[in-house]
């Protein structure tokens, strides 16, 4: 009886081991429409987010394809079905910076940005952004203690425990980004290592010129601590090196507590699991069944302690999929978000052979109403780059420098080899064509299957595919005008044809003979005066 009894309490026990360490993983898609913000030929990333009260709340990065330069955020509000609310104006400081972070603190959202110290809080209800006093940088806080972190990138890391009370500081020189707190002891994670701290008290105290304020305001002067000193490593991945450049074997990607207990998020070369560490190792107890490449834009990290059993991280699958991986105590929500930028459909023509035929026949009264009702029978994406002065392109004629014009550019996808992108030069008095330039490129491959060409110019495909397209562009020419061009070898491999028509109209071919080298054709067509 007594044996009976002792077995059913172990049972009992490891019963109750097993659901509080039971974890339930749910996964959902959100697709989202974004073609309607976007310009085309863009590539859009998210950057930042956060979820606040049901929604998200996104940062949207723009860049165009080609030689279209233009960037753009796009800050946006999305329902947890989908479906963008708001798409709210970026502050010009944030348009311009390239490190910034997004934040929850203290039920508020805030933005800050790295260079410069600048802060913004964003006003729920009038859904605006407005600057505000500087926000520090602490990552964690309680009754005790603020914990602020700053990186010094190739000169180390620091993270401050500030007394409440006494007002001391203390600091060890480990990354301090994500902070659990639990039975009276912090824990600091980073990808390849956990760290205890029983007492800050015991670390190493701060002297009057390594306070955190003053660091924090004169940065450039200063470094990482290296005091390790009142820490200790519950685990750490032996085999990385910071200084190397080996990835991780196992790469923590935040520690959570639930149930009284401290996890970890962690992933290897093939899946991301939840596990615990015993005896200083990680010991899986969920295989969640993939590997996602988190992600944290630089410089982007005082979010990450939202509460103890709660956490939010950011993911990419590919150029169109994003996501979130949500926990909350032992529920995990993979929510993947799915936007429908793509790249432009291929057309199977450049449309040049019909725009050349309208140049002929109208090109003394071509007005830019007629390239854009023309550029649409051809399939052309206005780009919605609208250019006001001839400095941006040095292939038309420097007449048109003393002029009031402006321009458009048009894109079009032949194949997945060739693009070409179009751009009309116009008076803006009576609004007709002056000057037409063309750029035939590689084409740009982006879309939800597809993937990027490193080296595209090592394709013996694309070279053959662009000496091709140089004979097809130049016969095609002297054919309608009946006229051969005037050769001329620059050298380098490079040549140029030039055309000068009768009715004044002059045109100048630029390419390669072998294309061995960068892959462009250029051609200008000046209308004249």
Same mark, same amino acid.
């Given at each position: 009886?007594?044996?009976?009894?002792?077995?059913?309490?172990?049972?009992?026990?490891?019963?109750?081991?097993?659901?509080?360490?039971?974890?339930?993983?749910?996964?959902?898609?959100?697709?989202?429409?974004?073609?309607?913000?976007?310009?085309?030929?863009?590539?859009?990333?998210?950057?930042?987010?956060?979820?606040?009260?049901?929604?998200?709340?996104?940062?949207?990065? %723009?860049?165009?394809?080609?030689?279209?330069?233009?960037?753009?955020?796009?800050?946006?509000?999305?329902?947890?079905?989908?479906?963008?609310?708001?798409?709210?104006?970026?502050?010009?400081?944030?348009?311009?910076?390239?490190?910034?972070?997004?934040?929850?603190?203290?039920?508020?959202?805030?933005?800050?940005?790295?260079?410069?110290? %600048?802060?913004?809080?964003?006003?729920?209800?009038?859904?605006?952004?407005?600057?505000?006093?500087?926000?520090?940088?602490?990552?964690?806080?309680?009754?005790?203690?603020?914990?602020?972190?700053?990186?010094?990138?190739?000169?180390?890391?620091?993270?401050?425990?500030?007394?409440?009370?006494?007002?001391?500081?203390?600091?060890?020189?480990?990354? #301090?980004?994500?902070?659990?707190?639990?039975?009276?002891?912090?824990?600091?994670?980073?990808?390849?290592?956990?760290?205890?701290?029983?007492?800050?008290?015991?670390?190493?105290?701060?002297?009057?010129?390594?306070?955190?304020?003053?660091?924090?305001?004169?940065?450039?002067?200063?470094?990482?601590?290296?005091?390790?000193?009142?820490?200790?490593?519950?685990?750490?991945?032996?085999?990385?090196?910071?200084?190397?450049?080996?990835?991780?074997?196992?790469?923590?990607?935040?520690?959570?507590?639930?149930?009284?207990?401290?996890?970890?998020? $962690? %992933?290897?070369?093939?899946?991301?699991?939840?596990?615990?560490?015993?005896?200083?190792?990680?010991?899986?107890?969920?295989?969640? #069944?993939?590997?996602?490449?988190?992600?944290?834009?630089?410089?982007?990290?005082?979010?990450?302690?939202?509460?103890?059993?709660?956490?939010?991280?950011?993911?990419?699958?590919?150029?169109?999929?994003?996501?979130?991986?949500?926990?909350?105590?032992?529920?995990?929500?993979?929510?993947?978000?799915?936007?429908?930028?793509?790249?432009?459909?291929?057309?199977?023509?450049?449309?040049?052979?019909?725009?050349?035929?309208?140049?002929?026949?109208?090109?003394?009264?071509?007005?830019?109403?007629?390239?854009?009702?023309?550029?649409?029978?051809?399939?052309?994406?206005?780009?919605?780059?609208?250019?006001?002065?001839?400095?941006?392109?040095?292939?038309?004629?420097?007449?048109?420098?003393?002029?009031?014009?402006?321009?458009?550019?048009?894109?079009?996808?032949?194949?997945?080899?060739?693009?070409?992108?179009?751009?009309?030069?116009?008076?803006?008095?009576?609004?007709?064509?002056?000057?037409?330039?063309?750029?035939?490129?590689?084409?740009?491959? $982006?879309?939800?299957?597809?993937?990027?060409?490193?080296?595209?110019?090592?394709?013996?495909?694309?070279?053959?595919?662009?000496?091709?397209?140089?004979?097809?562009?130049?016969?095609?020419?002297?054919?309608?005008?009946?006229?051969?061009?005037?050769?001329?070898?620059?050298?380098?491999?490079?040549?140029?044809?030039?055309?000068?028509?009768?009715?004044?109209?002059?045109?100048?071919?630029? #390419?390669?003979?072998?294309?061995?080298?960068?892959?462009?054709?250029?051609?200008?067509?000046?209308?004249? %005066?």
């Amino acid at each position: 009886m007594r044996r009976c009894s002792i077995l059913l309490i172990f049972f009992l026990i490891v019963q109750a081991a097993l659901k509080a360490q039971s974890f339930e993983v749910a996964v959902d898609t959100l697709y989202l429409n974004i073609k309607e913000i976007a310009r085309s030929a863009t590539r859009i990333s998210m950057t930042h987010a956060v979820k606040y009260d049901g929604k998200y709340y996104c940062f949207f990065y %723009e860049r165009g394809l080609y030689s279209y330069n233009k960037e753009k955020r796009y800050f946006l509000i999305i329902s947890d079905k989908g479906i963008i609310l708001n798409n709210i104006e970026v502050p010009e400081e944030i348009e311009n910076t390239v490190y910034f972070d997004f934040f929850i603190r203290d039920e508020r959202l805030f933005a800050k940005t790295y260079m410069d110290h %600048e802060s913004f809080y964003f006003d729920l209800e009038k859904l605006k952004w407005k600057k505000v006093n500087e926000v520090d940088d602490r990552v964690y806080e309680d009754s005790n203690y603020v914990i602020s972190y700053l990186d010094f990138g190739e000169w180390g890391q620091s993270t401050w425990f500030i007394d409440k009370q006494a007002k001391n500081e203390y600091v060890l020189g480990v990354c #301090g980004t994500t902070v659990n707190k639990l039975n009276g002891k912090y824990y600091l994670t980073s990808g390849y290592e956990v760290r205890e701290i029983e007492d800050p008290r015991k670390l190493k105290q701060c002297d009057k010129d390594y306070k955190y304020k003053r660091v924090e305001k004169e940065r450039k002067f200063y470094e990482g601590s290296p005091s390790l000193s009142g820490s200790k490593t519950i685990f750490e991945d032996t085999t990385y090196s910071p200084w190397g450049f080996e990835q991780c074997n196992l790469c923590i990607i935040t520690s959570f507590v639930t149930d009284n207990q401290l996890f970890q998020l $962690y %992933e290897d070369s093939s899946s991301s699991y939840i596990g615990k560490i015993k005896n200083h190792r990680l010991v899986p107890i969920l295989d969640i #069944g993939r590997k996602y490449q988190t992600f944290n834009w630089h410089y982007s990290y005082r979010g990450e302690n939202l509460e103890n059993n709660n956490r939010f991280i950011k993911f990419q699958q590919d150029n169109n999929t994003f996501g979130f991986l949500e926990i909350k105590d032992t529920q995990i929500d993979v929510k993947y978000l799915i936007h429908n930028q793509d790249s432009l459909r291929y057309l199977g023509s450049d449309g040049f052979k019909e725009l050349f035929n309208r140049i002929q026949l109208s090109s003394d009264k071509l007005s830019i109403e007629n390239i854009d009702s023309l550029e649409y029978c051809i399939n052309g994406k206005d780009l919605q780059d609208y250019i006001t002065v001839t400095a941006h392109n040095g292939f038309h004629s420097d007449v048109y420098a003393t002029m009031k014009v402006e321009a458009k550019r048009y894109i079009k996808v032949e194949d997945k080899y060739v693009s070409l992108l179009t751009e009309y030069l116009y008076t803006t008095q009576d609004n007709l064509v002056k000057s037409i330039f063309f750029e035939w490129t590689p084409t740009e491959h $982006y879309s939800q299957t597809g993937s990027f060409v490193t080296f595209p110019d090592e394709n013996s495909e694309i070279r053959e595919r662009f000496q091709h397209k140089f004979k097809e562009i130049a016969d095609l020419i002297s054919q309608q005008t009946n006229q051969q061009p005037q050769k001329e070898d620059r050298g380098n491999d490079r040549i140029w044809l030039t055309w000068s028509l009768k009715n004044g109209i002059k045109i100048k071919l630029y #390419g390669s003979t072998s294309f061995d080298g960068g892959k462009r054709i250029r051609m200008v067509i000046d209308l004249g %005066e």
